[in-house]
């Protein structure tokens, strides 16, 4: 509302935390909407506002977006006899919100309070945004191998260029190991320490072969006979103690004969 003194690049204004004698009794603090400007999709990540006013003696002023606080600034003793034109800023104030404008309602109505510490009469205030599209993470975890036999491991990483990292099991490096069969969860965050995203990798872990020597005959036999035997089949490699490098092997004195299978996972054992 116009109260008198003049008006501000000559549109009339509203006045607020005036004294009596001047625009009568005003509330310390104002607030007016406005429709969201940020396009759909986007988040904001600083706000600057533009104060145009007439104060007659300075004041400091204080905006709040839905509540969130831009800081206080001291408004410029612009005087009250304003001329039409130009029309100057009396007063700036900003703040960066990495991770978004707090309490921000996108696609619709949000409110601008503003207070002030003495008499000020605001033609206009000025918002300017700045925003981006928020971060998408997913991370990529990558096994050294997506299984491995008993007793050995596979290491997992998340990859680089995350600022922070949480395993399922506990861990928070960009990479463990994993000894036991199971579904491994990472979550990450982004560099920002915005947003988060996660992944998993299922590992398994292949049962040892278990082969059984089987001999064809009497394990005690006389001087210049011999004895086969047999690891049995179904293994992709075979090596006895004697050199044989087959599923048998004969054998013409006493003695401890070892086996080593591999089967086809890799995996392998020694038996007696």
Not at 58 to 63: C, E, V
Not at 84 to 113: E, K
Not at 143 to 150: A, E, L, R
């Given at each position: 509302m116009a109260c008198g003194g003049c008006l501000v690049c000559g549109q009339d204004y509203w006045c607020i935390n005036t004294n009596p004698s001047y625009c009568g009794a005003t509330p310390s603090c104002e607030s007016r909407t406005f429709a969201d400007p940020i396009p759909s999709g986007y988040v904001a990540t600083s706000v600057t506002v533009n104060?145009?006013?007439?104060?007659?003696?300075?004041?400091?002023?204080?905006?709040?977006?839905?509540?969130?606080?831009?800081?206080?600034?001291?408004?410029?003793?612009?005087?009250?006899?304003?001329?039409?034109a130009p029309c100057?800023?009396?007063a700036t104030s900003s703040n960066n919100y990495p991770c978004g404008l707090p309490g921000y309602i996108y696609g619709g109505a949000?409110?601008?309070?503003?207070?002030?510490?003495?008499?000020?009469?605001?033609?206009?205030?000025?918002?300017?945004?700045?925003?981006?599209?928020?971060?998408?993470?997913?991370?990529?975890?990558?096994?050294?191998?997506?299984?491995?036999?008993?007793?050995?491991?596979?290491?997992?990483?998340?990859?680089?260029?995350?600022?922070?990292?949480?395993?399922?099991?506990?861990?928070?490096?960009?990479?463990?190991?994993a000894t036991t069969a199971g579904v491994y969860t990472v979550s990450v965050t982004s560099t920002t320490g915005c947003t988060t995203g996660s992944s998993s990798a299922v590992v398994n872990v292949y049962s040892p072969p278990n082969p059984i020597i089987t001999p064809y005959g009497p394990t005690t036999f006389c001087i210049g006979t011999n004895l086969t035997l047999d690891a049995g089949s179904g293994y992709s490699a075979y090596s006895w103690s004697t050199g044989s490098?087959?599923?048998?092997?004969?054998?013409?004195?006493?003695?401890?004969?070892?086996?080593?299978?591999?089967?086809?996972?890799?995996?392998?054992v020694q038996i007696l």
């Amino acid at each position: 509302m116009a109260c008198g003194g003049c008006l501000v690049c000559g549109q009339d204004y509203w006045c607020i935390n005036t004294n009596p004698s001047y625009c009568g009794a005003t509330p310390s603090c104002e607030s007016r909407t406005f429709a969201d400007p940020i396009p759909s999709g986007y988040v904001a990540t600083s706000v600057t506002v533009n104060f145009y006013s007439a104060g007659c003696v300075g004041s400091p002023m204080s905006a709040t977006i839905n509540g969130q606080s831009v800081p206080t600034v001291n408004d410029a003793n612009t005087g009250c006899l304003c001329d039409d034109a130009p029309c100057a800023v009396a007063a700036t104030s900003s703040n960066n919100y990495p991770c978004g404008l707090p309490g921000y309602i996108y696609g619709g109505a949000n409110t601008l309070q503003l207070c002030t510490g003495t008499s000020v009469c605001v033609n206009r205030v000025e918002l300017t945004f700045t925003y981006v599209l928020p971060d998408v993470i997913t991370p990529n975890v990558t096994p050294s191998s997506s299984s491995f036999c008993s007793g050995g491991s596979v290491g997992l990483d998340a990859g680089t260029g995350y600022s922070a990292y949480n395993w399922s099991t506990g861990a928070t490096t960009q990479t463990i190991t994993a000894t036991t069969a199971g579904v491994y969860t990472v979550s990450v965050t982004s560099t920002t320490g915005c947003t988060t995203g996660s992944s998993s990798a299922v590992v398994n872990v292949y049962s040892p072969p278990n082969p059984i020597i089987t001999p064809y005959g009497p394990t005690t036999f006389c001087i210049g006979t011999n004895l086969t035997l047999d690891a049995g089949s179904g293994y992709s490699a075979y090596s006895w103690s004697t050199g044989s490098t087959t599923e048998t092997t004969t054998v013409n004195s006493a003695g401890t004969y070892i086996i080593t299978v591999t089967d086809v996972n890799g995996c392998t054992v020694q038996i007696l």
